[in-house]
């Protein structure tokens, strides 16, 4: 696995149509975390790693630089249908929200 640039996690997130709330109730990496990945701060490797394989695993498809261009990031979900943003069933209540009843 090619480690993408920090900042391009935060695309591939949104492209996913997540929160960081989101991400964090899913992958148990803590929002400020996140935050500081997104930001291209420095953090302990294995947050960065688990974060992309999260992504990957959700469709993502990191593309390398090539051609003189930059990173590119695309959503496998929406090839069949492109209003899927994600193939997430069930997204559990973020710690930082309460559980609506």
């Known amino acids: 696995m090619q480690t993408v640039p920090r900042p391009i996690l935060r695309i591939a997130r949104e492209f996913l149509g997540l929160s960081q709330d989101d991400v964090e109730a899913v992958v148990g990496v803590s929002r400020k975390t996140i935050q500081r990945i997104e930001r ?11 974060l992309q394989r999260f992504y990957e695993d959700q469709g993502i498809e990191f593309v390398p630089p090539a051609g003189g261009r930059g990173w590119g990031v695309f959503n ?26």
Do not use: C, Q
């Not at 291209?40 to 688990?50: E, K, R, T």
């Not at 193939?87 to 009843?101: C, D, F, G, Q, T």
């Open 40 to 50: 291209g701060d420095d953090v302990i490797v294995h947050y960065v790693a688990s």
């Open 76 to 101: 496998a979900n929406t090839k069949a249908d492109p209003a899927k943003l994600n193939a997430l069933m069930n997204i559990p209540p973020s710690k930082r929200r309460k559980a609506e009843s």
